[in-house]
């Protein structure tokens, strides 16, 4: 049997085997067991070998495998530091990390989260829209154009406000609401377009039906103040008499009320505005000095409400109305407030909670008349008050030619290039 360490074996011969005993010169018996490396050459003299060279420390001195595992952990191939010996395949151990699959796991997981986090927004968003606007129920219509037209009316409804809030807004107690502002915004292909509808406009208020007992009303040719419209029956009467004096289809209604105005502005931090003349009213709360200034909610309020301390009285209030919402919007619209989720959920939840629009309108066209008009700002548009010829009993009469061109232009979605002297 057998019983010499791996690497020798068990060689009975005549007595010449080799490398056994060296230096001895002898022959050995017949029949001796002789030890003969047969898998490693035996190292030079001068002892152990470096490891350097592929010799393992398991030989004693002589070269031989004295079957004892030192417990020594190879390095790379050929014996060196990092692998086995001899080019063979590397020790189990922590295994070398695949950062192109990392990266590959944690760019879809980013993915997925910012998918789901949209798609929670949207809906979210959605839910809070109120949608009470019936524009079906608006009879005799004009025919559509091309863009689109927004009715933006900013109302002086009072609702959820405390008796603190009304004191500390100037608002007063007034039952009921009414339009405080109004406009059309134009979105289309060669940029937007504002237009403010004076609220002391003169128009005739034509045959509609009603908002609630569907019951139709004829015309009566009854001139009145375009805000009288609004207070006799509501967002559908308003929108009606817009269109029978304008000729211009209106495919969108939004209205605000004054606490959500003054709201939307806190939460973004308020709204820096350039005031070019000092100015004060004591209905509005209006005390202004002249330069650059950041408004905050109640400010703002009392800014685009004022009209008293103005010579040009409801003119002025519109320009004033047009330039404000224009600079909330562009400063809404930044990075700053659309990426930081501690600034842009509490503007879209102060101002979605109190917007009014129709059951038409989606987050995708609110997101479109929200850029339109900071563009306006950005100088991709255009702000005019509707054209104004002169009056009649206190209300502002329209130029008829003008307006009939504008509407034109606007119909057809060109650059308008009429021009308003008021």
Do not use: C
């Not at 959920?345 to 102060?350: N, R």
């Amino acid at each position: 049997m057998n019983d010499w360490p791996n690497g020798w074996s068990d060689d009975r011969g005549n007595g010449n085997a080799a490398g056994y005993g060296r230096g001895s010169g002898g022959a050995q018996p017949e029949g001796a067991r002789v030890m003969r490396q047969v898998r490693r050459p035996a190292p030079p003299r001068g002892g152990v070998p470096p490891q350097s060279r592929g010799y393992d420390e398991g030989y004693d001195q002589q070269g031989y495998d004295s079957g004892y595992n030192t417990g020594q952990v190879y390095g790379g191939p050929g014996g060196g530091n990092g692998g086995p010996p001899h080019g063979g395949q590397p020790y189990a151990g922590r295994p070398v990390p695949n950062w192109r699959r990392r990266l590959k796991v944690g760019s879809l997981t980013l993915v997925v989260l910012l998918l789901a986090v949209s798609i929670g927004t949207y809906f979210w968003a959605d839910s809070k829209l109120k949608r009470e606007v019936d524009l079906s129920k608006v009879i005799e219509r004009p025919g559509e154009g091309e863009g689109t037209n927004y009715l933006i009316v900013g109302s002086d409804s009072r609702e959820g406000m405390t008796a603190d809030d009304k004191k500390k807004l100037h608002t007063g107690s007034a039952e009921g609401k009414r339009t405080d502002s109004m406009m059309i915004l134009h979105e289309g292909s060669n940029g937007p377009t504002l237009i403010s509808l004076p609220r002391d406009s003169d128009v005739e208020i034509p045959s509609f039906k009603g908002s609630q007992s569907g019951k139709l009303f004829p015309a009566e040719g009854r001139r009145v103040k375009l805000n009288a419209a609004y207070a006799e029956d509501g967002p559908e009467l308003l929108v009606r008499t817009v269109e029978h004096n304008t000729g211009l289809r209106i495919d969108h209604y939004v209205e605000i009320g004054f606490a959500g105005f003054a709201n939307i502005v806190d939460a973004i931090g308020g709204v820096e505005i350039d005031i070019p003349k000092a100015f004060k009213d004591k209905k509005s709360g209006a005390d202004f000095q002249a330069g650059k200034q950041t408004l905050d909610g109640e400010q703002s309020l009392a800014f685009v409400r004022t009209r008293y301390a103005f010579a040009g009285s409801d003119l002025d209030r519109t320009k004033n109305q047009q330039k404000f919402l224009a600079a909330l919007a562009s400063q809404t619209a930044t990075p700053g407030t659309i990426l930081n989720p501690f600034k842009l959920y509490p503007t879209m939840g102060a101002g979605l909670d109190t917007l009014i629009v129709d059951k038409d309108m989606s987050l995708w066209s609110l997101g479109k008349m929200f850029f339109a008009m900071k563009g306006v700002t950005g100088g991709d548009g255009k702000s005019m008050n509707m054209p104004i010829s002169g009056s009649r009993a206190g209300n502002l009469v329209w130029d008829k030619t003008k307006v009939k061109q504008l509407v034109q232009q606007l119909k057809n979605d060109e650059t308008v290039t009429v021009t308003s002297d008021r």
